[in-house]
């Protein structure tokens, strides 16, 4: 009888002892760092919002609870072409838009919604710091930060305002690397073909409406024609055509250029070593050659160009614009 109450108080003893075990383990953290003693119970992120312009980085600082809680947290990106994050939680801009930065600790997520806005580039420069803008070439970038200041903007858009060349005069160049302004966006660029003589144009349409430019009639003196030219050429010259409606002007920029049996005597010379040239053409030089912009006018190319003949001559044009110099 002794024997058989000793053996049940072993059987009572061990089954509490397995009991007790199981109950203690039943709790799993392992998603969250239950493998330590400290698991994490929360995480949280010190921004809940961050914008970043193109190109920049920001850092993201996620903080676990309690505060003596271990494990490792993870990081993603809703949208990478957008933003990456890397493990310690930089953030790198890439390009235009939104995405959602997600720190990660086993089922415990913080999140940060990030947006990224285009690089602010401010160009620095004379030939932008003035007034009453009408535009016929300019990178976007460039644009905008005169736009407030714009009375027409000629540039070609396909439809009313196009750039043409004349019969298969020219064909592509190449636009890359810094334009006028310093900037990646690209320019005019042409090279003269083989059928001995080059000419483009850009053609306002009827569809456009009038062309006022009346306010340089009445102050001349003011206003300028700014073209931007590079060439790395030693004998490139260019002869630019404009008209106010009634009457045209001819200027030879590079060298004299001869068109048509007349030689136009140079107005400018060239730097020949591939950089920019800024050129400002005085709007009473236009009056000299008879443009007085008087009355309001359509249907005309507001500016044509020649680049003489020979084949592989090179054309590379930026910032083109009349407009009201900051003295």
């Known amino acids: ?26 709790t799993d953290d392992s998603d969250n760092g239950g493998g330590n003693e400290n698991p994490a119970t929360g995480i949280t992120l010190d921004k809940s919002t961050l914008d970043i312009d193109e ?33 310690e939680g930089v953030v790198t801009a890439i390009k235009e838009g939104e995405a959602a930065i997600v720190a990660a600790i086993g089922t415990l997520t913080a999140i940060c919604d990030v947006t990224v806005t285009k690089e602010t580039v401010i160009v620095d420069s004379e030939t932008l710091k003035g007034s009453d803008y009408y535009i016929i070439q300019l990178d976007e970038t460039s644009y905008n930060s005169i ?22 005069t020219f064909n592509g160049g190449t636009s890359t690397g810094p334009n006028f302004y310093g900037l990646d966006q690209g320019w005019i660029s042409f090279t003269v ?8 144009g850009f053609s306002i349409g009827p569809n456009y409406g009038d062309i006022d430019m009346t306010r340089m009639f009445d102050n001349p003196e003011d206003y300028y024609l700014h073209i931007g030219l590079k060439t790395g050429q030693a004998a490139s010259s260019y002869l630019f055509i404009l008209t106010d409606g009634q009457a045209e002007a001819k200027i030879a920029i590079g060298d004299n250029f001869v068109d048509d049996g007349t030689t136009y005597q140079a107005f400018s010379q060239l730097t020949r070593d591939n950089t920019w040239n800024s050129i400002d053409i005085p709007v009473t030089h236009l009056n000299e050659l008879g443009l007085f912009f008087n009355q309001p006018f ?15 001559t090179t054309f590379d044009m930026d910032a083109v614009f009349f407009y009201k110099k900051n003295k």
């Open 55 to 87: 190109g920049e980085t920001a850092t993201l600082t996620a903080t676990l609870e309690p505060l003596d809680a271990e494990g490792t947290i993870t990081w993603s990106s809703s949208n990478a072409a957008v933003a990456t994050v890397d493990s």
């Open 193 to 200: 073909a083989n059928v001995g003589w080059s000419g483009a």
């Open 298 to 312: 359509s249907d005309v190319n507001i500016l044509a160009l020649l680049a003489g003949g020979t084949q592989g």
């Open 147 to 168: 736009s407030t200041k714009v009375i027409n903007d000629f540039r070609p858009d396909g439809v009313d305002k196009n750039l043409y060349i004349w019969e298969n």
């Open 1 to 26: 009888m002794i024997k058989i109450k000793f053996l049940l108080i072993t059987l009572f003893c061990a089954v509490f002892t397995l009991t007790g075990c199981s109950s203690e383990d039943s």
